[in-house]
Every structure is written in C-alpha cells, then in structure tokens.
C-alpha cells in the first residue's frame, strides 16, 4: 500500500522552503514600509508641534495682535443687508432678467449711479448704498427636476437620450434650466429693498416675450373658434336624433325612416347619442383648458415671494476677520519659519 503514496524528494522540499521564505520577505518589507510612513509622519507632527512649543510667545503675540486688529476692522466695517425675492418668468422672459441683471452689477460697478437711479426710481444717495446683484435657481424639488430633465430629452434624439443620466443633467444644467429664479440683492442700507421691485418688474418685459404671448392669444383665438364650430355642429347632430327618438318613440316598428330615406334604428340611435355626448365633453374640456391657459399665463411674471421691508444683516465666514486674520497670520509664521530652515539647509549643504 505504501508503495502508491507519492514520494516527496528533497529538492521539492527545498522549493516550498523558498516560497515561504519569499512570502515572508514580502510581507515583512511591506511592514517596514508602513511603518516607515507611520513613523515618517508622527515625525513631522513633533517636529511642528517642537518649532510651536519653541516659538510659543511670538506665536501667541503675532495672534492676539491680528485677532484684535481684525475685530476692530469687523467693527468699523458698514454693516451689509441682504433680501430675497422669488419671481416665475413666462413667455422666456427669463432670458432679459438674466441679462439685466448682469447690466445692473456692470452698473454698480461703474458707479453708474445716474443709471441706476433712473431704472429703480430712488434716490442717488440710496443706489451709492447698492452693493451687487445675484440670480440663483429657485427652489425645486425632485419632482421638479425630473420633469425638467424629460423635456431636455424630448428635445434630442434617441440614440443621444440614452446616452444622458439624470445625475449628469443636474451636473451641467444652465441658469435658464428652471422656472422659478431667486434675485438676491445686498446693499448698504437695509431698507431698500422694497423700492426696488418696480425697476425689477420692468425687466421682464421685451420685444421677444411681447410677440411670444401675442403669437399664443392668437393660436387660443384660432383654437377656441374650432372647438366652438365643433361644439355647434355637435349640438345639431343632436337635435337630429332627439328629433329622430321623438319619431322612433311613435313608431310601431321599433324604426323610423326619415324624409331623405335615411332609416335609424332604435338601438343605434342611443349609441351614436352617446357618442355625441362624449365628443361634446371633450370639446369643451380642451375649451376650458384653453382659457385656463390664458388665465394662468395673462402677465409675464408671477412674484412668489416679495423683497423683505428690513433685509437681514449678511454675513459669511471670509468677513469674520477675527478669525481669519489670526489664522492667516499662523500660516504666514509657518511659511517664513519654513523658508528660514529651507534657506539655512541649503546654505550648509556640501553635497
């Protein structure tokens, strides 16, 4: 039995000694390597924590000094006041708000203020205080977007539909992509912001929208009077077979034939009625829709959501120069405290 159990030599055993002992190098290099880097790293923390603990008291000098000079400039800086206001565009009208208010910071800064006084109908002293304006996509949930994303698609091609994820839409949509658009406004004086809705108001209004909502009142026009004409040739068939039932009802037979020899049929007559019913529903459904339309659409804008009578005081981390100026200072520290090394390292190098 013994003499079918395969035989080991030594040469074969010698091999797998090897592989193990490679196996083992690797894995040992592998260690050294990461902790070399552990190492490499808790290094450079005690050195930097070293040069901190070293030069402490300038550090802490350098710090104090430009934390109070950035409060003292937080202080004598004006404060700035900020509004919202939430507008639908129609009739692309969004295109002109877009453009005027990229005139109006042009303006601004320009220090245009005739300009400005005569487009939002205030004072020159009050238009001094205006500081910028920004426009934003209002606010919009999925729903929202998925509905915007199904109209981008209608308008490609198939193949190129496809190739377009809804996470990629939402990456590079435009501006001009929503419906619904925020106008932000900052300025120097905080109650401003209510004079300055009238010369926004005016901005929607060109000569493109103006033929674009005149060109969509007349294909009302012309629509309302088909489906009027439909309705009226509807209400005749009508009357022909109430006529026609009133005839049936005094037959004896059951049918009725009429002058011009047309012969109905009990049963068919309240089908075809039926119809007719249901066709004049239709008609003046899609009527209803139409002035619906109209009624919804009949200005170039709609105001969801009005400027504030007070803005609210603006603020951002990057004006908070309390904090910044300390930090800034710390960063400048390091980067001298560094170049010095730098510098001395290169000096006393003898290659």
Sequence with gaps: MSK???EHTPSEEIDLIQIFNMIGGLFSRLYNFIKSIFKSIFSIFIYALRAIIVNFKIIAIVVVISGVIGFALE??????????????????????????????????????HKQLT???GIKGEDAEKLIKFEIHPGPENENDQIKQYDTFLKGLDSIRAQE???????ENRSIYSGDI???NV???KKDIFRSLEDGLNSTFTNTYSIKKMEKRDSLIAIKKQRILSSIRVVDSLKQVYVNVMEEESKAKDGSYTTRDGLSFIQEKTNTREYDLLQEEIKLRRELSELESQKVEEDVFFDTLSSFQDVGAKYTTIWERYSLIFPLLAFLVMCIIYQSVKIIKYVNSYEG
């Design 4 to 6: 079918n159990l395969p």
């Design 75 to 112: 202080k004598t800086r004006p404060d700035v006041y900020t509004s919202q206001m939430l507008v639908k565009p129609y009739f692309d009208s969004k295109f002109q708000l877009v453009t005027n208010i990229n005139y109006y910071n042009a303006l601004i800064g320009e220090r245009d």
């Design 118 to 120: 005569e487009i939002f």
């Design 164 to 170: 377009v994820e809804f996470e990629e839409f939402l």
């Design 181 to 183: 658009f925020e106008i």
């Design 186 to 188: 900052q300025s120097f």
